[in-house]
T-cell receptor, first 111, second 114 residues
Framework: SQQGEEDPQALSIQEGENATMNCSYK?????LQWYRQNSGRGLVHLIL?????REKHSGRLRVTLDTSKKSSSLLITASRAADTASYFC???????????FGAGTRLTVKP | NAGVMQNPRHLVRRRGQEARLRCSPM?????VYWYRQLPEEGLKFMVY????????ESGMPKERFSAEFPKEGPSILRIQQVVRGDSAAYFC????????????FGPGTRLTVL
């Protein structure tokens, strides 16, 4: 099975609301990253959090990491229609920092 | 600084033909990763290369698939005798070092096998 698993698989909210996506993983990690993929486009790197960090902010994004629970969350505050995309978490594992991706959360923000 | 470039963006092949996918990493990046995204699935790691070396090919099918990253020029992912199941989006990413650095992704190549 894949290393990172996002939850929920799909999320639909109104513009202005907050969106929270979760990611769980199974093995020890070096870091965890969140990516966004707009339909038909490549992945865009959003934020990286290292295994010794607990929380990180970037603009309207807030990422938390709980290594004891092997989980991470991505919070998007004050969502906009332009935030509509698929969001993937990826864990960096092993000596080569291999990236392991989940299946993604499909976020729809309604105007 | 140009981002990671992949070409072609779209590639159509008939069963049995060869597919060559190219990836030019960001300037100054010597680490390249290839991923495959099958329809309705997440990205899956295929292979990790440094210049002239394959570091980890644990995610790459043993047959028909090969990858290289020569001293000069782009990284190439080669698929011989393509089958319909090879239809997918293939993403390349690069990073300046191996550990702790985010990977920068290219726009992907969408391979369609007829």
């Amino acid at each position: 099975s894949q290393q990172g698993e996002e939850d929920p698989q799909a999320l639909s909210i109104q513009e202005g609301e907050n969106a929270t996506m979760n990611c769980s993983y199974k093995t020890s990690i070096n870091n965890l990253q969140w990516y966004r993929q707009n339909s038909g486009r490549g992945l865009v790197h959003l934020i990286l959090i290292r295994s010794n960090e607990r929380e990180k902010h970037s603009g309207r994004l807030r990422v938390t990491l709980d290594t004891s629970k092997k989980s991470s969350s991505l919070l998007i505050t004050a969502s906009r229609a332009a935030d509509t995309a698929s969001y993937f978490c990826a864990t960096g594992v092993g000596n080569n920092n291999d990236m392991r991706f989940g299946a993604g959360t499909r976020l729809t923000v309604k105007p | 600084n140009a981002g990671v470039m992949q070409n072609p963006r779209h590639l159509v092949r008939r069963r049995g033909q060869e597919a060559r996918l190219r990836c030019s990493p960001m300037k100054g990046h010597s680490h390249v990763y290839w991923y495959r995204q099958l329809p309705e699935e997440g990205l899956k790691f295929m292979v990790y290369l440094q210049k002239e070396n394959i570091i980890d090919e644990s995610g790459m099918p043993k047959e028909r698939f090969s990858a290289e990253f020569p001293k000069e020029g782009p990284s190439i992912l080669r698929i011989q005798q393509v089958v319909r199941g090879d239809s997918a989006a293939y993403f390349c990413a690069s990073s300046p070092t191996r550990l702790g650095h985010e990977q920068f992704f290219g726009p992907g190549t969408r391979l369609t096998v007829l």
